[in-house]
């Protein structure tokens, strides 16, 4: 094992496609001390990671990846340390889910309307019991032959414009702080070079946001200096990690392929302990 952590990691809970318990055994495989599950708008898949923790000698971070929207600008959240049973977490992260279940059956219905093949069940079935997205459908579309990849998929039908997108649940980046450090977590900005918004992200400093993700895999190694300059200068904890999702007919990496050194870890944890002594 070495003093390495992937903070940035999708389980079948979201959208990936390895289980929590796989995730962490990956995990083990290439010699990482920590990971974080950090799903997208759900907890569901912490408490089989964190089992999953105990048996393979890997720190399990509960963490959780909230999808907001400003001005049309998609702003994701990551959580870390958070208390996943938190019950208005709970109940924000199950709306959130449901309404992901109806974009997705409008995105099919769309998608079959103009002659793509794909079966709404297929989808769900694809999900494996965690919240339906995207990257299901991508994968849908990539298994009738409807595209050469999952991220060509993405590309001809998915993104905004697209024939099959469907805007997705609004949710403020503000509020999704809110709910993560009434959660006892640390907010932090994920992928902020996709942002292109840096003003942005100190508006949501002064919101509560407490951290950057500066290494991931759409970051040059000239953006993330220039980000963890940015994180420096702001007093933000810069994190990182693969946004693995594992997915079959991608080219994003896998897991451990972005990592940070266990001090984020650290400084992440003491960063949380703070935050819960102050709401006591």
């Given at each position: 094992?070495?003093?390495r952590?992937d ?23 290439v ?31 509960p ?7 400003r ?57 494996r ?41 609004k ?11 009434e ?69 994003n ?26 709401r006591?």
């Amino acid at each position: 094992m070495n003093s390495r952590a992937d903070l940035h990691v999708h389980s079948t809970a979201s959208d990936g496609a390895l289980t929590p318990s796989e995730v962490v055994k990956e995990a083990r495989r290439v010699g990482l001390a920590a990971v974080s599950i950090a799903d997208h708008d759900t907890a569901d898949g912490i408490e089989e990671a964190l089992e999953a923790g105990k048996a393979y000698g890997v720190e399990v971070i509960p963490g959780i990846e909230i999808s907001a929207t400003r001005d049309s600008t998609e702003v994701h959240i990551l959580g870390y340390f958070i208390d996943h049973k938190q019950r208005q977490l709970l109940d924000e992260m199950r709306k959130l889910k449901e309404a992901r279940f109806e974009r997705a059956r409008f995105m099919v219905e769309r998608l079959r309307a103009i002659g793509v093949p794909i079966r709404f069940e297929r989808v769900v079935e694809l999900a494996r019991g965690g919240a339906v997205g995207r990257p299901h459908i991508a994968r849908a579309i990539w298994e009738v032959g409807a595209s050469s990849s999952v991220d060509a998929a993405f590309g001809k039908y998915l993104q905004p414009g697209g024939p099959g997108y469907v805007p997705r649940p609004k949710v403020l980046p503000e509020r999704a702080i809110e709910l993560i450090l009434e959660a006892g977590g640390v907010p932090c900005c994920a992928h902020v070079a996709k942002l292109r918004r840096d003003e942005l992200i100190l508006e949501l400093v002064k919101k509560g946001l407490l951290g950057i993700e500066v290494y991931h895999p759409d970051h040059t190694s000239a953006v993330s200096r220039f980000y963890k300059r940015f994180a420096e200068k702001h007093s933000l904890v810069a994190v990182g990690g693969s946004d693995a999702h594992c997915i079959p007919g991608t080219a994003n990496g896998g897991i451990g392929s972005v990592t940070v050194d266990y001090d984020v870890v650290e400084q992440l944890r003491s960063l949380a302990e703070n935050l819960r002594r102050t709401r006591i």
